[in-house]
């Protein structure tokens, strides 16, 4: 998950934890319409004083916006990354044994 899909999914988690509307925080931020529908769509991103408004607004540190286990959504997609890199290595370890033992044979008389 990019930096920037880490934002979005933490500025949506706060957001709705909030019972905030894209509208409503737009206008808490005295922006357009569809400030924050760009935002979490990834058509733009907001400057640093923005950012410290939103997490202002949201009631929150500017830091928890970025950080990967902020939200649920970050969670899941970062715990799910992990799991499948430990599948992974757990796969190669034993395919690694399989294949030492089978070279092992081949070589015993």
Known sequence: M???????ANLRYFRKKRGLTQKDLSVYL??????????????SFPPPAV???????LGI??????????SPESLCHNGSQRF???ITDRIMS????????????????
């Not at 034993?94 to 008389?109: N, T, W």
């Open 94 to 109: 034993h395919l690694k044994e399989v294949i030492a033992q089978e070279v092992s044979r081949s070589l015993s008389p």
């Open 2 to 8: 990019s930096l920037q899909q880490t934002f979005i």
């Open 61 to 70: 540190d500017p830091g928890q916006l970025f950080q990967k286990d902020s």
């Open 84 to 86: 499948s890199q430990e």
């Open 51 to 57: 950012i410290d408004q939103i997490a202002q607004v």
């Open 30 to 43: 005295n922006k357009g319409y569809n400030y924050i529908n760009c935002i979490e769509g990834g058509n």
